[in-house]
């Protein structure tokens, strides 16, 4: 498994990016896939994760309602939209994989098995 996200870069405040992460792998439509984000001094910390169907998301209260994870399993890509961000969302962004693990445990670092190598975003003031 492979996975290489993209799509950083630096914005201001408000303003909108769209982060993707492609993976390699036949069986891409069978991993439930999730964003994870870590700032400099900071722990690593649940974003957003999508279902394998691509039916149930789930996000973390920080950014509900600003962000929104989908994915286009025919691409084996899965995506970040990020709307009205903040100087507090500056970090770098992961995606990571794992196989069909219950809903609750979709926002743990550690069910995850594979990660991409991380975009930077910044949002400037």
């Known amino acids: 498994v492979q996975l290489q996200a993209f799509g950083g870069g630096l914005v201001q405040a408000g303003g909108s990016l769209r982060l993707s992460c492609a993976a390699s792998?036949?069986?891409?439509?069978?991993?439930?896939m999730g964003w994870f984000r870590q700032a400099p001094g900071k722990e690593r910390e649940f974003v957003a994760a999508i279902r394998w169907s691509g039916g149930t998301s789930i996000y973390a209260n920080s950014v509900k309602g600003r962000f929104t994870i989908s994915r286009d399993n025919a691409k084996t890509t899965v995506y970040l939209q990020m709307n009205s961000l903040k100087p507090d969302d500056t970090a770098v962004y992961y995606c990571a994989t794992t196989s069909r693990v219950a809903l609750s445990a979709l926002a743990l670092l550690s069910s995850y098995d594979h990660w991409g190598q991380g975009t930077q975003v910044t949002v400037s003031s």
């Open positions: 792998g036949r069986t891409f439509r069978d991993w439930d």
